[in-house]
């Protein structure tokens, strides 16, 4: 019952959202739009929700259990809980002054500091990976070098020709690859949605059998 | 020597990271101001909003989060500044928590400089989770699928701005600000696939360009601006250099400097597997 109730359910629900691509239908349009788009919202928020019931549970046991770095899970619980504050007393919620003094002065920034982080990781991995080992190594350093060149006005300013190198790079070796990966990853996602919708994959409803 | 070779390919990660830093630092002082080349595809998308006729509905897609905002806020403003500048309507709206708060701060300078007004010339939907069932009842009623709320919490249905926007179709063009997943696939799956929309063009982060220029080429999007540079490159088309402009020199340099460490790294590596040769 806990499982052949949830397959039914996806059935019938993937099962309408399919004919009302297929269909023309007033009714079934006014169905989907009306019911079964507000239920995926409605389920969305309540995820959410869980979300941040799970991470008040996770990291109040870490910060009770004294559990090593849980200092850092202090500093969470209590950003989440003075911004989640902020949202809900501020007279504006997320666009009052006061809410946003603290969104750009500490969300804004680290968020982009982590970000921009990446550029040092980036730069420490490319220097220790791209080494000229074998064809297939030469070929993806020389790449890198074309495209990063062809990617800033410095580039254009040593040669030319890198922009347009790294377009030609772009557009008939990167394209025809990357259409390639799309159309396996989509038929793989179609094959992974039939599989759902017929039950054949559980996984998700309380794993295993 | 050996010990030099040693140190060539087995440069200790710090003096990476400090020359790295010292590269993408020093051009914020001594400006470069090289000059910035125009891709056909950030033209395109620039010609796009420019020609369009007066007092047409534009939907913003502020799909992004807040770490985006190097790449993401110079063409954000860039496109929001031109399409108000040409007389457009424009309608921003996000799947993302950050998107709406976000291009309400960064947008207040270009909003004041153009005189756009708040429900007259522009309104910010806020964030809306669960991107696909949103999208999808935008089709038959955007007040509706928006619960009648805007950003603020004021009633949209009150705004003149919405006389020109009821559904979907309404649509004049798409600008989708891509940062991954919701982003550009899911506007053509919802909207252009169903022939709501014909025009959509899109902002994307460097890493996500590669994957927006295949969509470009196969004519799903009819322009792609892409990281700083595509930043810098609309920038310059709009007439207005901005923050993208001036970290060109920084990218270049950075650029450069990578480039100088791997070829080091890769004498290093020639020169240590020469001298192993010989040894053996």
Same mark, same amino acid.
């Given at each position: ?12 629900? *993937? ?70 504050? !902020? *949202? ?19 969300? +804004? ?30 070929? +993806? !350093? ?7 060149? *062809? ?13 347009? +190198? ?44 | 020597?050996?010990? #030099?070779?040693? &140190? ?5 990660? &710090? ?6 830093? #010292? ?8 400006? #470069?101001?090289?000059?910035?080349? %125009? ?14 006729? /007066? ?13 985006? %905002? ?14 108000? =500048? ?15 708060? $976000?291009?309400?701060?960064? #947008?207040? @300078?270009?909003?004041? /400089? ?13 964030? &809306? ?36 926007? /009821? ?26 696939? =169903? ?9 994307? $982060? ?15 999007? =009819? ?23 001036? @970290?060109?020199?920084? =990218? ?29």
């Amino acid at each position: 019952m806990r499982k052949t109730v949830p397959i039914i359910i996806t059935f019938i629900a *993937g099962a309408i959202m399919i004919l009302e691509s297929y269909i023309q239908s007033d009714f079934l349009y006014k169905f989907v739009q009306s019911y079964l788009a507000r239920a995926v919202t409605v389920s969305t928020a309540w995820a959410v929700g869980l979300g941040a019931v799970n991470i008040i549970r996770v990291h109040g046991r870490r910060i009770q259990n004294k559990r090593p770095s849980y200092f850092y899970s202090i500093v969470l619980l209590i950003t989440f809980f003075w911004f989640s504050i !902020l *949202g809900f007393v501020m007279q504006k919620h997320n666009s009052d002054v006061f809410y946003l003094f603290f969104y750009d002065n500490i969300l +804004l920034n680290l968020s982009a500091t982590m970000y921009s982080v990446l550029a040092f990781y980036i730069g420490s991995a490319a220097y220790r990976s791209f080494r000229v080992r074998s064809i297939d190594a030469t070929m +993806l !350093l020389l790449t890198s070098i074309i495209v990063m060149l *062809g990617a800033v006005p410095i580039g254009q300013a040593i040669w030319p020709g890198f922009p347009t +190198l790294s377009s030609w790079i772009g557009a008939n070796i990167n394209t025809p690859v990357l259409r390639a990966m799309t159309i396996g990853l989509t038929l793989g996602g179609l094959t992974q949605s039939m599989r759902n919708l017929i039950g054949i994959e559980r996984g998700h409803l309380s794993g295993g059998e | 020597m050996q010990g #030099l070779i040693r &140190r060539m390919y087995n440069v200790d990660r &710090r003096v990476i990271y400090a020359i790295l830093l #010292l590269a993408m630092a020093l051009p914020m002082f001594f400006t #470069l101001g090289l000059p910035i080349n %125009i891709d056909t595809y950030v033209e395109a998308a620039y010609n796009v909003v420019n020609e369009l006729p /007066e007092g047409s509905v534009i939907w913003i897609g502020c799909e992004y989060s807040a770490s985006q %905002i190097a790449e993401i806020k110079p063409m954000l403003q860039a496109f929001a500044r031109l399409a108000l =500048q040409k007389g457009h309507y424009i309608y921003i709206g996000s799947a993302f928590a950050d998107g709406c708060t $976000t291009a309400h701060n960064w #947008l207040q @300078g270009v909003f004041a /400089e153009t005189g756009a007004v708040n429900g007259e010339n522009y309104v910010i939907f806020g964030y &809306r989770p669960s991107f696909n069932s949103t999208m999808e009842a935008v089709r038959s009623s955007v007040v509706e699928a928006m619960s009648d709320r805007d950003h603020y919490g004021n009633k949209l249905s009150d705004k003149p701005i919405m006389k020109h926007f /009821e559904k979907a179709s309404d649509i004049d063009l798409v600008i989708v600000f891509d940062s991954g997943s919701p982003g550009s696939d899911d506007y053509i799956a919802v909207w252009r696939s =169903q022939g709501e929309v014909n025009l959509m063009i899109c902002g994307a $982060t460097g890493v996500e360009l590669p994957n927006q220029l295949v969509k470009y080429d196969a004519g799903l999007l =009819q322009g792609v601006v892409g990281g700083m540079n595509g930043a810098a490159q609309l920038e310059k088309l709009v007439g207005v250099p901005g923050s993208a402009t001036k @970290g060109m020199d920084s =990218q270049g340099l950075a650029h450069l400097t990578i480039i100088a460490f791997m070829v080091i790294g890769n004498i290093g590596y020639l020169l240590a597997k020469k001298q192993d040769k010989k040894v053996s």
